[in-house]
């Protein structure tokens, strides 16, 4: 298999993500995985060779060292395994939500869930946000009175191939209106790709331009866009 030429020791030297820092590699990840004229047949050289890439150059981290490939591989290792497993929590979580009980509830008790089963706290819900409706990680099919073996269980199949489709779900997801529904959201998940391709596009051209010379609606919309992808 194909790889990037290798990096010296001292350029791989651990430095923490920061949160800005992860939601540019989600992207990265994320366009570089459904780009169609790349495909899935790409060389794994080739494919985080174009990520890295994509990260480094985002005007999100303007000033930040540049990350190598080998760190961006790792890192979306860790993110793609532990929001796959919070995927699962989280549902549970969700099925056992009890009346009177906020979005806020249903996110302590799916801390709380992981916390219990993986045996540390889950600190990367920003990623979480960033993927929970991408097909991939929306729906891991985790029964109510599954034991935490079976949420392990649900995180594994999808953690298993990064380039794999989200398996089928049961017997009983499988109903037509259920199959509909899976429809609106795969539709709802690809306009929203294109919407944040199409809104760093737009940033990009508005960070090109000279400060001096932009108008205040203009700036004005820099600023939203910006607060918007961090």
Known sequence: MEHPPQTSQSSLQRRKWSTKEDVVLISAWLNTSKDAIVSTDQKAGAFWKRIVDYVNASPLLSGAVPREWSQCKQRWGRINEHVCKFVGCYEAAAREQASGQNENDVMKAAHDIFFNDIGIKFTLEHCWRELRFDQKWKSLGVPKEGPKEKRKEAAEVVAEEEGAEVRPPGVKACKAAKRKRQGYDEIHAMLAVKKEIQQQKLL???????????????????DKLISEMI
């Not at 990009?204 to 820099?222: F, G």
Request: charged fraction near 25%; charge should be negative; hydrophobic fraction near 40%.
């Open 204 to 222: 990009e051209r508005l960070l090109a331009k000279d400060p001096t010379h932009l108008s205040a609606n203009e700036i004005s919309l820099m």
